[in-house]
């Protein structure tokens, strides 16, 4: 036995579940049950699957849930999302129906550019490689034609690819900063290819090129949303002041990064879930976003509110590359049926429904952190996961759940319980 293998790539599916429980498997039979427990009876599903990755040895299951009643720009959505956090789509659904009893949502795309860069490093003279530069740029373009052509048909392409001068923060750095319009798809493979083409095309003695790579940041390809509302109607016990502190608590955020950290991690919550549940890619995304939240040199909130004109208003602008078509967006069955339950919506139209799903985490937080506090919302969830990890069954759950409503709710103080239940004293 021995946790080094060689090989493993090449070992059937049996053979890496076996070395694995030969070697890691305290229980070997019980761990070899729970992965052949989650490999899904349809081999063609599997198959499917198991192809999405290497070596995969099983399948890890994420809840699929639904928050409904969701108006954005005047069009119903139910929205799907894949989470494993408690909380995450009740908060979700219950700011839906707030704000749809007040207009609804509204979002915009501002712009819907990507980038990929050449990164070079050239120690000859700057004017002779600006010269070079203008010589072969149309050559460049063209170096990608044939893998641009079906992009273009469809309204995509290559933007514009400028030279760009990056010796003063590394010796010899320069690079080729390329924009790109990839329409309704995310469009790595197609940026990474064009770079990779152009990279070669642009090849010569003194030019050596260290890597070409798309950007996953995109200040360009921005989406808003946001919501408004008489300041009267914001919360009908004290709205002045609840309008007040919700304000405030995205003031803090956009000073104090250890809050602002914590501020936007809520409204991924909502923008990850709706990314994994269409096959998008949510690292991808986050990058982006967290970078875009450090643009002015600072970390700071996503959102923003203000009072302005008798009326509370509250918003998202945050980059978002996102595809409607390539990727797994309709090869992973649930991402396409989470497509035709959203109606089938374009990269643009995605990018809206994504902006307004952050943006209701992030007010479903704000508001209970500034009026009950995030536990009592947090903790009814997670007392059904403490249950659940007990194995209380449904009986022991109510008696549970009538016994902690309003109550603090601790791991020793359910175990207590539930022990006081099973043994009757
Ligand atoms: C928890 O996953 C997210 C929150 O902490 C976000 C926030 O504090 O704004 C509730």
Known sequence: MSKM??????????????????????????GKATLHQYLNDDKDLQQLHDEFIENTISNFYVPYAIA?????NGKPYAIPMAIEESSVVAAASLTAKFWGERGGFKAEVLS????????FTYSGSKDDLERYFSGVKDELIRATDEITANMRKRGGGILDIELRD????????????????????????FINSCLEAIAHSFKKEGIFIVMSILSNYVPECLVKAEVSCKIESFFPEDPELYARKFIQAVQIAEVEPFRAVT???????????????????????????HAYASKDGRYRSLTHAKIEGGYFKFWIELPLSLGTVGGLTRLHPLAKLSMEILQNPTAKELMQIVAVAGLAQNFAALRALTTTGIQQGHMKMHLMNILNQMEANLHEKELICKEFKGKTISHSAVAECLHKIRTGH
């Open 68 to 72: 409904p009643n969701f108006i954005i």
């Open 166 to 189: 990056r010796t003063a923060d590394l010796l010899d750095y320069y690079q080729l900063h390329v924009r790109f319009e990839t329409g309704d798809s995310m469009g790595a493979n």
């Open 112 to 119: 819907t550019v990507k980038i990929g860069q050449v990164h």
């Open 263 to 289: 501020h936007n991690k809520g409204i991924m919550n909502g923008i990850d879930a709706v990314i994994l549940a269409t096959g998008n890619d949510f690292r991808a995304v986050a990058a982006g976003a």
């Open 5 to 30: 293998v060689k090989g493993f790539s090449r070992f059937t599916k049996e053979e890496k579940i076996s070395w694995l429980a030969d070697n890691f498997f305290q229980d070997k039979e019980k």
